[in-house]
């Protein structure tokens, strides 16, 4: 017979176990607001600092220039095609891995993981090997007039490889956790697969969907590795904010590299407030998938 809470006294006030001494509250306090303040903070007041260093007229001249309007355009171009494109992955794969068995299972999470523990300059390398001038696929594409390396869609694949296991790695865990009693309650009921999945699946899942979109499209727009490899670096065509900035940086034009840093800096900001407000609207959600 496992012991009652009444013959265990010292369980009894659990809370003046756990709290510690004021000293060490304080200090414990003080090193996180210190780290956040020195590797967090800090470094977000000099990016918009340097930004506006030369006011916000030349701020905001900068920024429309035609090259950054160039790299802004492309990188937003390269998140509405990423996003999409990993959306229908993430979602089928995540049902099908937690919703089903299947011979290969084990192979398919492997390989979701696959970029997360690739370099993204060896991923680009990778689709240099393979869309090169010498790489196996161009005879196969140059009759098409499709050119992949130091263009648009090589800079669209290499963001798909890096970005593609985010919203199935957010699902997976929450798919499987929920279970499938309430997707065959559905089917006993008369619904059909379809119905089942629109209406019953994806409810369930819509706080990590979304979430998972956040991350996806967070990373699609601030990835360089991959993209810094495929793009060429061709100035108003293949660069994207980060690119321009390493551009601009190389170049001495600090002012207008942190301008375009801060706007990335600002789309971080916006992702993680979105992020926040998901949080508290599904926190209900959330702690049922906890427990």
Same mark, same amino acid.
């Given at each position: 017979?496992?012991?009652?809470?009444?013959?265990?006294?010292?369980?009894?006030?659990?809370?003046?176990?756990?709290?510690?001494?004021?000293?060490?509250?304080?200090?414990?306090l003080?090193? &996180?607001?210190?780290?956040?303040? *020195?590797?967090?903070?800090?470094?977000?007041?000099?990016?918009?600092?340097?930004?506006?260093?030369? *006011?916000?007229?030349?701020?905001?001249?900068?920024?429309?220039?035609?090259?950054?309007?160039?790299?802004?355009?492309?990188?937003? !171009?390269? &998140?509405?095609?990423?996003?999409?494109?990993?959306?229908?992955?993430?979602?089928?794969?995540? #049902?099908?891995?937690?919703?089903?068995?299947?011979?290969?299972?084990?192979?398919?999470?492997?390989?979701?993981?696959?970029?997360?523990?690739? /370099?993204p300059?060896?991923?680009?390398?990778?689709?240099?090997?393979?869309?090169?001038?010498?790489? #196996?696929a161009?005879? !196969?594409?140059?009759?098409?007039?499709?050119k992949?390396?130091?263009?648009?869609?090589?800079?669209?694949?290499?963001?798909?490889?890096?970005?593609?296991?985010?919203?199935?790695?957010?699902?997976?865990?929450?798919?499987?956790?929920? *279970?499938? $009693?309430? $997707? $065959? /309650?559905?089917?006993?009921?008369?619904?059909? +697969?379809?119905?089942?999945?629109?209406r019953?699946?994806?409810?369930?899942?819509?706080?990590?969907?979304?979430? +998972?979109?956040?991350?996806?499209? &967070?990373?699609?727009?601030?990835?360089f +590795?991959?993209?810094?490899?495929?793009?060429?670096?061709?100035? +108003?065509l293949?660069?994207?904010?980060?690119?321009?900035?390493?551009?601009?940086?190389?170049?001495?034009?600090?002012?207008?590299?942190?301008?375009?840093?801060?706007?990335?800096?600002?789309?971080?900001l916006?992702?993680? *407030?979105?992020?926040?407000?998901?949080?508290?609207?599904?926190?209900?959600?959330?702690?049922?998938? $906890?427990?």
């Open positions: 017979m496992s012991p009652r809470r009444a013959d265990l006294p010292f369980l009894s006030n659990r809370s003046e176990l756990l709290s510690e001494p004021l000293w060490v509250r304080l200090l414990l003080t090193l &996180a607001l210190t780290f956040l303040g *020195g590797f967090l903070f800090l470094p977000l007041f000099v990016v918009f600092g340097e930004a506006l260093a030369q *006011g916000f007229a030349f701020y905001f001249a900068t920024l429309r220039t035609p090259d950054a309007q160039s790299a802004i355009g492309l990188t937003l !171009l390269v &998140a509405l095609v990423a996003i999409p494109c990993n959306l229908l992955f993430g979602v089928s794969a995540a #049902w099908a891995i937690a919703k089903f068995r299947f011979p290969g299972r084990a192979l398919l999470l492997t390989l979701i993981d696959l970029p997360f523990s690739v /370099s300059v060896v991923a680009g390398l990778i689709f240099i090997l393979m869309f090169g001038a010498q790489g #196996w161009t005879p !196969l594409l140059r009759p098409f007039d499709v992949i390396v130091f263009a648009v869609p090589g800079i669209i694949l290499a963001t798909l490889f890096v970005t593609f296991p985010f919203i199935a790695r957010e699902l997976i865990p929450l798919m499987e956790e929920q *279970g499938v $009693e309430d $997707e $065959e /309650s559905a089917l006993m009921l008369g619904a059909s +697969g379809w119905q089942t999945f629109w019953v699946t994806l409810p369930n899942v819509r706080y990590g969907l979304m979430y +998972g979109v956040l991350l996806c499209n &967070a990373r699609a727009m601030g990835e +590795g991959a993209v810094s490899v495929i793009s060429g670096h061709i100035r +108003g293949t660069n994207t904010m980060p690119l321009h900035v390493e551009v601009l940086y190389n170049e001495y034009e600090f002012v207008a590299a942190f301008a375009v840093a801060s706007l990335l800096t600002i789309l971080a916006v992702t993680l *407030g979105v992020k926040n407000v998901l949080q508290w609207r599904y926190r209900d959600q959330l702690q049922a998938a $906890e427990h």
